[in-house]
């Protein structure tokens, strides 16, 4: 069974910080990770993938996502938030999503 | 990545009729999925079409209740048979680019209202 877990329904960061919104999941076999991003009244797009490689993972708008096996977690980054990251982040093992993270970046 | 595009963007419904709604994807894809989601809640999974066989549905979705069609690689139909306040929901499309990795792009959604 896979299931992925988002401990945090809201995260709050100033405009110019560091953001972390996190993630863990439960798998049997290789993990298939990816984050997704759905702006106010926009559609789910793809922010990022981890299949297998490197454990740290670059993708769309800056973001970067970070693998650890040993911990189970795929935690989303970006060295410095914008106003314009605020929207709600979806980790998700292959087809199933976590319960979503809403991002507040505060000018 | 993939342009999807579903009809109707929404719609308000009488409890015990069916809408069928349908997704288009402008190339061919092995995997079609269809989610539903509350507005700024997470997605739920209700099941997986793909060409040429039934679709396989997730736990607490019946075929009677959301029956799939997928004719071919580029069109799928998800249908909300007998409706009640309940089904009231945004309804998203998906497809997969390549049949192993599961990286899905996203239809603009069906928002459903159901009285």
């Known amino acids: 069974a896979q299931s992925v877990a988002q401990p945090e329904d809201q995260v709050n960061v100033a405009e110019g910080n560091p953001l972390t919104v996190k993630c863990t999941y439960s798998v049997s076999g290789n993990p298939y990770l990816f984050w997704y991003v759905q702006y106010p009244n926009r559609g789910l797009q793809f922010l990022l993938k981890?299949?297998?490689?490197?454990?740290l993972v670059k993708g769309s708008y800056g973001f970067e996502a970070e693998f650890n096996k040993s911990q189970t977690s795929f935690h989303l980054k970006k060295p410095s938030a914008l106003v314009s990251d605020s929207a709600l982040y979806f980790c998700?093992?292959?087809?199933?999503f976590g319960s979503g993270t809403k991002l507040n970046v505060k000018p | 990545s993939a342009v999807i595009s579903q009809k109707p963007s929404r719609d308000i419904c009488q409890r015990g009729t069916s809408l069928t709604i349908q997704c288009q994807v402008d190339s061919q894809v092995t995997m079609m999925f269809w989610y539903r989601q509350q507005p700024g809640q997470s997605l739920t999974l209700i099941a997986t079409a793909n060409q040429g066989s039934e679709a396989t549905y997730e736990s607490g979705f019946v075929i009677d209740k959301f029956p799939i069609s997928r004719p071919n690689l580029t069109f799928s139909t998800l249908t909300v048979s007998n409706m009640s306040p309940e089904d009231s929901s945004i309804y998203l499309c998906s497809v997969a680019k390549g049949a192993e990795t599961y990286e899905q792009y996203f239809g603009p959604g069906t928002r459903l209202t159901v009285t």
């Open positions: 981890y299949i297998t490689g490197d454990n």
């Open positions: 998700a093992v292959s087809d199933y």
